[in-house]
């Protein structure tokens, strides 16, 4: 996995100290600048959790993971 996202934790530590938002780690594994959408689903699991983003969506917090990671199979229409 290209980031490890863990419930209600927001940052990752890099190895020069820094720290790395969700929001950051998204556009990473998107290539350079996720969708606007994708950032607004990165900042809302920040300030709350995967679950409690997937609990207001009706998703299940797989799949707000996978979409995290740029791993979601299936359309995303419904997510965006």
């Known amino acids: 996995e290209a980031f490890g996202?863990?419930?209600r934790q927001a940052y990752r530590i890099l190895a020069?100290?820094?720290r790395l938002t969700l929001r950051d780690a998204v556009d990473?594994?998107?290539g350079g600048?996720?969708?606007d959408w994708v950032r607004a689903l990165a900042r809302a699991c920040?300030?709350?959790s995967q679950s409690e983003v997937a609990r207001r969506l009706d998703?299940?917090?797989g799949a707000i993971n996978?979409?995290?990671r740029n791993?979601?199979?299936?359309?995303?229409a419904n997510l965006e």
């Open 5 to 7: 996202i863990k419930e």
């Open 16 to 18: 020069a100290g820094e």
């Open 28 to 30: 990473e594994v998107y």
């Open 33 to 35: 600048a996720a969708p």
């Open 46 to 48: 920040e300030e709350t």
């Open 59 to 61: 998703r299940s917090p």
């Open 66 to 68: 996978q979409v995290l």
């Open 71 to 76: 791993k979601y199979g299936a359309s995303t």
